[in-house]
């Protein structure tokens, strides 16, 4: 099967190009006070090391805003600030370096306001994203409508008044907190408009909540074709957010290259710790930064000889564990034998004897 993307205007943001057949690239949020200049670098090249492509920020008041522009010096992600109920700071923001600015038509919606915002991102020549939620958006339609009507009018509104401004520098997301009212709204507003869409689900709570509503909602959309950027937001480190959105990515063949890990979920005939195993392997992989190549390397870690040997050939480099230890394939052919103790060290050796770390 192959996903046709939907064709929509290409935005770009930083360095980085959206929409259209563009890759899909990964968002998420720092979590520090943007004032708090060390720890939000440190915080954004963590993100970046992970996988991040685009990161935003929170600029609740002047000193957030005058931070900007140092974190933007110390860092390489194009950075996004998020503005709530004051114009005067997304001016700020835009004049402290930032790449793209997100305003809320739920808050800031006065035509004096957005002219004035519209006019300082002509000149430093970046983008608007318009970014709507479901706890804020106001009715621009009959409150009886559904939660995704009432998006995407809301948002097809202040499209409007800003395409009057001569304006069309824009990035589109229109985020409920359940799946259902979610996938409608995308698929309501990528036939109104042409422009590329940043895909979320909002206040999903906790990672196993957040990552499954996101999963589904997100997995529904972009094998349709909708969807340019994408974040997963969760009640936990920001780390979480991105590992999530890459395996969505990766299980969908939106993201090439890397390393994909097969592994079974084990039963009575396992002989071993497999999930410990699994879980070390996935941690030490996930903290190295791998080559992005047409395909990936994929890796099993199976935990019987049931399926275990079949796998384990199928893949380009596994494991099958039986009673007293495991046989390690490459390409499908027997390597060695491999003891449990051994076995993330052998297989991170063999995967860097690749050249993918």
């Known amino acids: 099967m192959e996903i046709k993307r939907r064709d929509c205007k290409v935005i770009k943001i930083g360095d980085c190009l959206i929409g259209a057949k563009n890759p899909v690239a990964i968002q998420s949020m720092t979590k520090t006070k943007t004032s708090d200049i060390d720890n939000t670098v440190k915080q954004i090249k963590q993100l970046e090391e992970a996988g991040c492509q685009i990161v935003r920020l929170a600029v609740k008041d002047s000193t957030d805003a005058a931070a900007l522009k ?77 939660m995704a009507d009432k998006l995407v009018a809301a948002c097809m509104h202040y499209v409007k008044m800003i395409e009057k401004l001569k304006f069309t520098n824009i990035v589109i997301s229109l985020k409920a907190n359940n799946v259902l009212d979610t996938v409608e709204a995308y698929r309501k507003i990528a036939k109104a408009c042409s422009y590329p869409l940043h895909l979320g689900v909002t206040a999903t709570g906790s990672v196993y909540n957040g990552i499954i509503k996101s999963s589904i909602a997100l997995g529904s959309l ?37 390393v994909q890990l097969i592994s079974c979920p084990t039963c009575g005939r396992c002989e071993l710790d497999l999930i410990s195993i699994v879980k070390d392997l996935e941690t030490k992989l996930a903290a190295k930064e791998y080559k992005q190549s047409a395909h990936p390397l994929k890796v099993a870690v199976m935990g019987c000889v049931v399926n275990g040997p079949g796998e384990a050939k199928e893949a380009d480099l596994g494991v ?28 991170l050796q063999e995967i860097n004897s690749r050249k993918y770390l």
Not at 242 to 248: E, M, N, S, T
């Open 70 to 146: 140092k974190i933007k010096a110390k860092t390489r992600l194009p950075l996004v600030a998020d503005i709530h109920f004051s114009y005067r700071l997304a001016i700020a923001a835009i004049e402290n370096g930032v790449d793209k600015i997100r305003l809320n038509p739920g808050n800031i919606d006065k035509p004096r306001q957005i002219k004035a915002v519209i006019g300082a991102l002509k000149a430093a020549k970046i983008p608007l994203r318009i970014g709507l939620n479901s706890g804020s958006v106001r009715d621009v339609v009959s409150r009886k409508s559904s």
């Open 320 to 347: 099958a564990f039986g009673k007293g230890g495991g046989i390690l394939f490459s390409q499908g052919k027997i390597v060695k034998k491999v003891l449990v103790k051994n076995c993330v060290k052998t297989l």
């Open 222 to 258: 972009l094998l349709e074709g909708i969807g340019d950027t994408i974040r997963v937001s969760l009640t936990d480190n920001p780390l979480e957010e991105v590992r999530a959105a890459k395996c969505i990515l990766e299980s969908l063949g939106l993201r090439s290259g890397g």
